[in-house]
């Protein structure tokens, strides 16, 4: 019964004249985000938009962003961010296989822009489309519509559209109140990005509560700080990366902080030092761990006041469910594994995806059973603490983002000189993980050749950090599958393991 | 898609092994409570109880009626709770209404056994009711499905079952999280009766998050203080009257109570002067105002931090809507009115009731144009704070209980030497409003004989606590009608009013 319109309306008639948004000189309050809302859902209907159309999103953080991300689907269409930082031919397989008539983007014109009927360029065609009056939103929008489709993976194969409804998106946001303590007077930094669900998970809660949302357009670790002192900002989400910078950053030049009460990370694994370094130059903060995944809407578990545990045992683990949620240690038939056995980490509750767009294959292999199966391997202890110890996906978690190693092998592999590759995730202080490629060749090629070959089909952030070139066959089971496991030992050896 | 039954497998596989509830010399862990709830569930279909069956609950507070509480609902049937301050006469009528088969209690046997299939006495023949093999709860329970009946005031009339469902009271649950900020380590004292939602908002919420309840049987101050001592108590509920007296015995007597953190209030109006003693005798805690209506599952507005707030324009408010929940000042034709308009309170959300048991035209009544149709007036400002300023409904709200003006007419009319009556509450210190009785008299009688007269057929609380007897007819209104703002008048000069 709830949709994307109940904060909005609530924000209206509980805190309208409260600050919503802060980005750069920009200040709006509740009435004037939700009447630009209004305004842009109009403008939308305006070019011929009907319930249930696609609509891509490609942008910095902005208060624009952010009123793309409420009026959408509030307004009955559906939302698609797409992440800025892939490349045209990533961005253009999405789009087309999302459908998405209309592209809202920040970017220069491009070859892109074919792809759509109509392109509202960011901020002159924006400001544009909201010169028409605001029209209330339409009264059938209903919690089991689809609010966004959420792109995981970058191109052919690995990507798949996420389909999340008003429901599974609203559920989450119930969810996180259970740790997060959301109040009126807080004041949260958004500077993971928009596009990805650890930037937007709390604009629902935030707009509901009326909160303020101190947006940043992008991660630089001396303008966090300077913002986290200037606007007073009580609470914001890092990922591990931005989380080991902003404490080495304040650390050498420390800026007055005291309005922060919690620092939540996520999206990939923080090493314990990370942690530590964050206690140090943040004290008395509270630190909570989050695990979660697209299809998930995305929390599953939260450790909250991490910052007291790091010395015990629960210093390794991502928590427990988060209210509303229920996780499972499922063995290869599905079914419920006993506390401390290892298997696939299994997610079930009202925030669980619907499915991937036009993918019922991947659909029914991910929700088998009734359980989303998250392709982590994991276990949980007697008091309902998860403990990743594997992925079962063959997946990177790099600085927040996940890196399909399949991708990046078809992309090396096209290469003539390539005869075999695999991509495997190394440990990394930076990044948590970093791409490094095993590449077997049949004719003479240089590192430089293949990074180079692979910049011009899949993102910077996929692109290998490191490459072992080698003439020897890849290590293969009897089946003749490459023995990733193997290939990570020497990596990984003597490291402390803390995925999440 | 959540019901009862989700907290209670969360709770399993979060915290099953922390301390759940606390009842005198009882301490139950979760998996301890939850083992009892699906023993008792299986003890109920062993009687005989099926699907939608009705079971009522007559009993001070305990740990068996926080068991019953849960499991009632999670086995698919209907739970009834009844008021134990209410006479036989009362609690038949409620029985009968609701067609309760099984009656669960802690009173002796007397005739109101005889409305019932099965008596479950505590604690005798529930524990041996519970000396069965758990079941798993049925899988099919959904969140539309019927969860309890809750009665509003008391004889024929006045009495109508609230109907609740799993979502209403789920729906109230995630809402309070946005300002009672629930955690695994809070210790929350169930002291206001659990027959009530004042006594029972907090029992889902702390099973699915893991905090444990304290539960005192009956409000006494000294224990009350003695229980948020030696019990670490940080957070709980009282009704005005509570607080008054907690408030007065604490600063004769003081408690180390640095454990707690927050006392939200509700269920009846607190005068500014019951405020401003809780404040000197609990410094430093979070005084939380809250209002609510049982058919709103109960939460409906909340104002956190009224403790800094009592000398500012808002220390007058009942707050700002609970998330996920919808108010709007209604006109006589159902719209809504501008800020600051008086009209009648209007609440809308997944947490309103389904109707009233058996009476749709009440229903309907209640339920019109889509909005609960609360019974009080008041004004919503522009930053959508509620102000009360008087009741539509001919109801008196003393100690935390709603008395319905005609049931106590009827009562007093009954007596022969009685020509008219008119009830109002009148203000009082300690119980915020008390019943108070105009009569006017055919033939000689004293407020001794009517006050014993009333005593026979209504509960203590609805009998009132002052009189006059007139041999002047009341004043009424050119149709006929008994003009009782003409005998409130008088009574209400020069007091604050502050109604909630």
């Known amino acids: 019964m709830h949709t994307f319109q109940d904060p909005l309306r609530h924000a209206l008639t509980s805190h309208a004249h409260s600050e919503a948004v802060v980005c750069g000189d920009v200040r709006q309050d509740f009435a004037t985000t939700i009447d630009r809302c209004q305004r842009l859902a109009a403008g939308l209907r305006n070019l011929g938009l009907e319930r249930r159309d696609r609509v891509a999103v490609v942008a910095q953080n902005c208060h624009r962003y952010i009123e793309a991300y409420l009026a959408i689907p509030a307004a009955g269409f559906v939302l698609v961010p797409l992440n800025s930082r892939h490349t045209d031919h990533e961005l253009s397989y999405a789009a087309v296989d999302a459908g998405a008539r209309i592209?809202?983007?920040?970017?220069?014109?491009?070859?892109?822009?074919?792809?759509?009927?109509?392109?509202?360029?960011?901020?002159?065609?924006?400001?544009?489309?909201?010169?028409?009056?605001?029209?209330?939103?339409?009264?059938?929008?209903?919690?089991?519509?689809?609010?966004?489709?959420?792109?995981?993976?970058?191109?052919?194969?690995?990507?798949?559209?996420?389909?999340?409804?008003?429901?599974?998106?609203?559920?989450?946001?119930?969810?996180?109140?259970?740790?997060?303590?959301?109040?009126?007077?807080?004041?949260?930094?958004?500077?993971?990005?928009?596009?990805?669900?650890?930037?937007?998970?709390?604009?629902?809660?935030?707009?509901?509560?009326?909160a303020t949302q101190v947006i940043q357009p992008s991660f630089e670790p001396n303008n966090t700080l300077d913002l986290l002192e200037s606007e007073r900002i009580t609470s914001t989400l890092l990922v591990p990366t931005m989380l080991a910078a902003a404490s080495d950053v304040q650390l050498e030049n420390p800026r007055n902080v005291s309005s922060l009460r919690m620092l939540s990370h996520g999206a990939s694994p923080a090493?314990?030092?990370?942690?530590?370094?964050?206690?140090?130059?943040?004290?008395?903060?509270?630190?909570?761990?989050?695990?979660?995944?697209?299809?998930?809407?995305?929390?599953?578990?939260?450790?909250?006041?991490?910052?007291?545990?790091?010395?015990?045992?629960?210093?390794?683990?991502?928590?427990?469910?988060?209210?509303?949620?229920?996780?499972?240690?499922?063995?290869?038939?599905?079914?419920?594994?006993?506390?401390?056995?290892?298997?696939?980490?299994?997610?079930?509750g009202p925030n669980i995806m619907q499915g991937y767009w036009g993918r019922p294959d991947d659909t029914e292999a991910a929700l088998r059973s009734g359980w989303y199966h998250s392709g982590d391997v994991g276990r949980i202890d007697s008091d309902g603490h998860l403990f990743l110890v594997d992925r079962s996906k063959d997946m990177i978690v790099t600085g927040g983002e996940n890196v399909y190693s399949t991708e990046v092998e078809d992309a090396i592999a096209s290469h003539p000189a390539v005869a075999e590759v695999a991509v495997i995730g190394v440990p990394n202080e930076r990044w948590g993980e970093a791409v490094h490629a095993v590449v077997v060749t049949r004719s003479p090629v240089d590192e430089a050749e293949l990074i180079e070959h692979c910049r011009s089909t899949i993102a910077g952030y996929k692109v290998p950090k490191s490459m072992e070139i080698s003439d020897q066959p890849l290590p293969k089971s009897s089946a003749g599958k490459i023995l990733k496991r193997t290939l990570r030992e020497p990596h990984w050896a003597g490291y402390e393991t803390r995925i999440s």
Not at 140 to 160: N, R
Not at 176 to 205: E, Q
Not at 273 to 291: C, Q
Not at 308 to 324: E, I, N, V, Y
Request: glycine content about 8%.
């Open 103 to 210: 592209l809202i983007t920040d970017r220069p014109p491009s070859d892109l822009d074919s792809d759509f009927e109509h392109v509202v360029r960011i901020p002159d065609d924006y400001e544009a489309l909201l010169d028409t009056p605001a029209e209330p939103f339409p009264d059938d929008v209903a919690e089991t519509d689809l609010a966004g489709l959420f792109y995981t993976g970058g191109t052919t194969g690995a990507a798949k559209g996420v389909m999340l409804t008003h429901r599974n998106l609203i559920a989450n946001t119930w969810s996180c109140f259970s740790w997060n303590k959301l109040a009126r007077d807080d004041r949260y930094l958004v500077v993971a990005p928009l596009f990805h669900a650890a930037g937007s998970v709390a604009v629902l809660g935030s707009i509901w509560i009326g």
């Open 271 to 348: 090493t314990m030092a990370t942690l530590r370094r964050a206690v140090e130059a943040f004290p008395g903060v509270e630190l909570v761990h989050l695990y979660g995944a697209t299809e998930a809407a995305p929390l599953v578990t939260a450790l909250p006041d991490e910052q007291l545990l790091l010395d015990t045992p629960l210093g390794r683990s991502c928590g427990a469910a988060s209210m509303g949620v229920e996780i499972a240690i499922l063995d290869q038939d599905d079914e419920r594994m006993e506390a401390d056995e290892i298997g696939e980490v299994g997610v079930r």
